[in-house]
């Protein structure tokens, strides 16, 4: 097997694990891991050759975009303090932490690497938390919550990382130049992804067709994340703040086809950047076990107990950090989501997996430094990466669900169903309104003015049932079983006339253009 069917390999398990995790009820990334560990223990599977300093600008940046996606402007902005404390505070503790205990007990590692050690396993992966955690049923406010911190928490880990390693390696350090490369980094950042976005939305205008707006949008992020790095500034951060300007301007209530088809191709980036990530991991912890020969018992050791520190560390922050958010949350009322007891702190501080971001950071650690010595502790440094990212994927990944049932934390059905009654309500009003607008200025016929006037109804009832009484409900339900029934036999027509239409695309001087055209035609029709 070479590298490239290693690959369609791992595509393949990347979609395949979506259906079978539904079905086992264990999450998909956690399913890869386990896959590309296996594939790693089998003889004919080669070792993965992919350049560390190419994984982050070929998988963060399409990840990242598609997790924007399901957020907004809005949730980033109420949710500012408790972001700010898990993705700069929380990582800057555990890395101070683990930087101690490493080199306390690993012989021979100097402060420096011990600190790019702690920053690499500090920040909680993005994917692997709003994946695993999102398929679980947990309150909107932590699932909203830990998209935030791990979208944020690379920024500041990898600034800490490049600053330690470059200490290391140049054998000086500058707190002052590390704070100022901070703050260099995220202005940078933040300048280039509001211009790229703003130059993107221009360009979505001109071009105008939904298949060239999203062959855009899926090199945005790839251009975003490359030039803030060229220009030493976050690439994390640029490709945030690009996604989140085009998510805030470019949305199109009319845009229909352009919305739909969208969605389904970021679903789909998503689902196989997502499958190949996590397997690359279980790939990876062949070659990390590999660089221990010969002194396997002290790096597990060592493992085990930096995996202790990153564990405990969070559970430690998390619990008085959420109990402070929950008194200034009650006296100052802000609107902001935050945990609401100790069992969705405890939910919290288990989705703390690492993953794609730590395994490219361990990966890219220097062979030597500047004079030519052999980097300090790489193998150790790489050895225990893997095992923290291994011991919170996989453990803290196959026991979530079991964790999330035990303490029976689930979403706020109530509040989700309170909240789509009151956007039924707002749609019917909004389509009565402008339907009486439209009545003021055009003599609709009486027919045509009680259909609109139905279907007005219609969309709001259609949403939520709820939106009327018992006896308009039962009405309701009568005419959706009338309409069902009607657009079930229409269906089945327009099902007999796309056959008929395909069927003719193999016929003798047809026209296979024309067929599609015709073919679309119906598609749309049908989908309407």
């Given at each position: 097997m070479d590298q490239l069917a290693l690959l369609f390999v791992l595509l393949l398990g990347a979609v395949v694990t979506v259906p079978l995790g539904e079905r086992i009820g264990l999450p998909s990334p956690v399913l890869m891991t386990l896959i590309g560990v296996v594939l790693a223990l089998l003889p004919f599977?080669?070792?993965v050759q992919v350049p560390p300093q190419y994984i982050l600008p070929l998988l963060?940046?399409?990840?990242?975009?598609?997790?924007?996606?399901?957020?907004?402007w809005r949730q980033f902005a109420a949710n500012k303090r408790p972001i700010f404390l898990l993705a700069v505070a929380l990582v800057f503790i555990t890395t101070i932490a683990v930087a101690a205990v490493a080199n306390a007990i690993v012989p021979g590692l100097p402060i420096a690497a011990a600190v790019a050690l702690g920053a690499l396993v500090a920040p909680p992966d993005p994917v692997a938390a709003t994946a695993v955690a999102g398929s679980l049923g947990l309150p909107r406010r932590l699932v909203s919550i830990l998209e935030g911190e791990g979208l944020f928490n690379d920024v500041t880990a990898i600034v800490i990382y490049h600053a330690a390693i470059a200490a290391v390696v140049s054998g000086s350090f500058s707190w002052p130049g590390a704070v100022g490369q901070l703050v260099l980094s995220a202005v940078v950042a933040v300048a280039i992804g509001l211009a790229l976005g703003w130059v993107s939305n221009k360009l979505m205008s001109v071009l105008g067709d939904a298949t060239l707006q999203i062959g855009l949008t899926l090199l945005v992020p790839f251009v975003a994340y490359v030039l803030a790095e060229e220009l030493h500034g976050s690439g994390v951060l640029a490709v945030l703040t690009t996604a989140l300007f085009l998510a805030e301007h470019t949305a199109d209530a009319d845009d229909v086809m352009g919305r739909l088809a969208g969605n389904s191709f970021w679903e789909i980036v998503d689902t196989?950047?997502?499958?190949?990530?996590?397997?690359?991991?279980g790939l990876e912890l062949h070659n990390a076990f590999h660089m221990g020969q010969g002194h396997e018992t002290q790096l597990v050791v060592w493992g085990a107990a930096i995996v202790g520190v990153v564990v405990v560390v969070r559970?430690?922050?998390?619990?008085?950090?959420?109990?402070?958010?929950?008194?200034?949350?009650?006296?100052?009322?802000?609107?902001?989501?935050?945990?609401?007891?100790?069992r969705e702190s405890v939910v919290m501080w288990w989705s703390g997996m690492r993953g794609v971001a730590s395994v490219a950071l361990a990966l890219a650690v220097p062979l030597t430094t500047d004079d030519g010595h052999p980097f300090p502790g790489r193998d150790e440094i790489v050895f225990i990466a893997f095992a923290v990212i291994m011991a919170t994927l996989v453990v803290q990944g196959l026991t979530l669900p079991w964790l999330v049932r035990r303490l029976g934390v689930t979403a706020d059905a109530d509040a989700e169903r309170k909240l789509e009654h009151d956007l039924a309500v707002r749609a019917a009003r909004a389509a009565r309104h402008r339907l009486k607008e439209i009545e003021s200025v055009e003599d609709l016929p009486d027919e045509i003015s009680e259909r609109l006037t139905r279907t007005?109804?219609?969309?709001?009832?259609?949403?939520?049932?709820f939106v009327v009484d018992d006896e308009r409900?039962?009405?309701?339900?009568?005419?959706?079983?009338?309409?069902?029934?009607l657009r079930r036999v229409q269906r089945d027509m327009m099902s007999a006339?796309?056959?008929?239409?395909?069927?003719?695309?193999?016929?003798?001087g047809s026209d296979p253009e024309?067929?599609?055209?015709?073919?679309?035609?119906?598609?749309?029709?049908?989908?309407?």
């Open positions: 599977v080669p070792n963060l940046p399409p990840l990242l975009y598609a997790a924007v996606q399901r957020t907004s196989l950047v997502t499958g190949v990530a996590f397997g690359l991991i559970l430690l922050y998390l619990l008085p950090a959420a109990w402070v958010a929950k008194k200034l949350h009650r006296l100052r009322d802000l609107d902001e989501e935050i945990p609401m007891s100790w007005a109804f219609d969309i709001g009832a259609r949403i939520s049932p409900r039962e009405w309701f339900a009568r005419r959706i079983a009338y309409v069902q029934t006339a796309r056959h008929e239409v395909l069927s003719a695309r193999n016929e003798p024309v067929v599609d055209r015709v073919l679309r035609h119906l598609d749309v029709r049908s989908m309407r």
